[in-house]
C-alpha cells in the first residue's frame, strides 16, 4: 500500500499526462528535499495538493490542482519563511497540469515527488 507516500519521480518539473507543468503554491525558506517532503506529507492531507517539487537553490514548492484554491485550501503556514510572494504560480496558457503528477520535465536543477492517494 503506498497511499500516503510521497514517489520520486526524478530530476525535472512536475508534469502531467500531457506534458503540462502545474499550478503551484510556492514556500519562502523550505530549502531541502527532506523539509519539502515533510511539508507535502502534512500538505497533502488537503485535496488538490498532488505533489511537491524543488529546485536547487530555490524554495519548495507544492504542485496543486486547478480547482485548488489558495485562499480557502487552510494549509498549514510552512516553517521556515511562511509563504513567497507571490505564493501561487500558474505556467500560464491553457494547457495547465491537471489531476495527478506523471512524469517530470528532464530538467537536472529540479525534484519532483507524486503523493499517492
Given at each position: 500500500n503506498t497511499d500516503g507516500v510521497a514517489a520520486p519521480l526524478g530530476h525535472g518539473r512536475c508534469l502531467d499526462g500531457q506534458g503540462a507543468k502545474f499550478r503551484v503554491f510556492r514556500t519562502a525558506g523550505l530549502r531541502n528535499a527532506e523539509a519539502c517532503l515533510g511539508y507535502l506529507l502534512e500538505a497533502s492531507r488537503i485535496p488538490?495538493?498532488?505533489?511537491?517539487?524543488?529546485?536547487?537553490?530555490?524554495?519548495?514548492?507544492?504542485?496543486?490542482?486547478?480547482?485548488?484554491?489558495?485562499?480557502?485550501?487552510?494549509?498549514?503556514?510552512?516553517?521556515?519563511?511562511?509563504?513567497?510572494?507571490?505564493?501561487?504560480?500558474?505556467?500560464?496558457?491553457?494547457?495547465?497540469?491537471?489531476?495527478?503528477?506523471?512524469?517530470?520535465?528532464?530538467d537536472p536543477s529540479w525534484n519532483c515527488w507524486r503523493?499517492?492517494?
Open positions: 488538490g495538493v498532488l505533489g511537491a517539487q524543488l529546485q536547487i537553490g530555490g524554495t519548495c514548492e507544492l504542485v496543486v490542482d486547478l480547482a485548488l484554491d489558495f485562499a480557502s485550501a487552510r494549509l498549514t503556514e510552512p516553517p521556515e519563511g511562511a509563504w513567497a510572494d507571490p505564493a501561487v504560480v500558474s505556467p500560464g496558457g491553457e494547457a495547465e497540469g491537471k489531476a495527478f503528477v506523471s512524469g517530470v520535465d528532464e503523493m499517492n492517494h
